[in-house]
């Protein structure tokens, strides 16, 4: 006896809604036809059907493929987000059985939308140009955060990738794991050439089709750069994880360079010290776990999620307060209480005079952009106008642009 249900087996993550009065039984191709939660959003390219739902105020990404490839997809992605890589969530994965002839070999995989830019835009609408060279470097950075963690992607390309802002730089996005694999404890040098190789070439092809379109930037030559991305990746990977030989009591130099790392934002899970042969020496290898440094050390501090460099910048921004707050008390005041004081007198009167409070995805970006707003008054006033100022003033010019944002 077939089963009255359209689908073999259904895994839904916890905290989301069941989806079971969506139109399982169509084809998700006539989706739109049958089902009044379909929406059009901003989309890269795609070898599979994908479309969006708003499902109680909630956009989700559903995506029609082979059973085979989507239970991988499906646990790829539940194992970047172990890791806390920066991927899309996996939300649910059902096997769907409607297709007699093909029964059980067709899946769809639900993912939480990530509101983001896809590549296009970025080259497409105007305002954008800003952030087009920071793109080759948000996709070397996102390219040596897998492969640290062990994983290898086997598709990196412009269309499989999202870009988040991040204090005036962009933040890269996993979107399809579809021919990731990992994580392995480590991963062969062949493995992530192998990877650098499959990403110049989908990215050189990516932007000789969108030459095609529109005049490309003059930095982005269409054969070279997939080697600027994979050069810019050659040198954060040597960076990170090169092995430093120093002599036995040249100790300092282990904290320069765990420093030195937590500087590009990664933190460091442990370094090894191996002694030479010759033993007044030491070898140091580092094991740098992701770079989440100032994003972990702000969420610690004032529970406020945010990308590493937003992170980072406001990590400045309260270390600069608690300066002034040690000298005009004349003794050192803690971390911890200066962060206390920063996110309650600062922070969260700023974001709810600015009407964020309840956007809390993108508050901590809009906060960087009011320091860096005071920082270019100030320097136009030859002096430092205060943040209230600033605050004003951004709510004059852009505050209009941020809520409906
Ligand atoms: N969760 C999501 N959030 C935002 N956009 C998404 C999401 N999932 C897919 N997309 C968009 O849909 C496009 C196609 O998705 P992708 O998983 O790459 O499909 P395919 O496997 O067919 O290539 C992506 O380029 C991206 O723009
Ligand atoms: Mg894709």
Redesign the pocket.
Known sequence: MTSVHPFSRFFIRQGYPDFLDLPWNKPLASWPEHCSYIVEVE??????E?VFINYNNEIF?I?E?PTRVGEREYRLLRELEKKKLPS?LPVGFAHLQNDKEREGERSILI????D?I?YRSLFLKSGMERYQDRLLNAIAVLLVRLHLNGFYWGDCSL??A?FRRDAGELQAYL??A?TSEGPFDRLSNGQRQHDLMIMEENIDGALADLSMVVKLPESFTTFETGEKIKQQYLQLWEEITHEEIFASDEHYRIQERIHRINELGFSVDEVELIPTEEGNQLRMRVIVTDQNYHRNQLHALTGIEGEEKQARQIMNDIYELKATLSKRKKETIPLRSVAFHWTNKIYLPIITRLGLLDKVNKAPEIYCQILEHKWYLSEKAKHDVGLNTSVKDYARRFQKQTNSK
């Not at 989309?43 to 599979?48: A, I, K, Q, T, V």
């Not at 993912?111 to 990530?114: D, G, P």
């Open positions: 989309r890269g390219l795609s070898r599979h994908v990404a995506k493929l899309v993912t939480k939308f990530l983001a896809p269309s499989n999202l979107v399809d579809e």
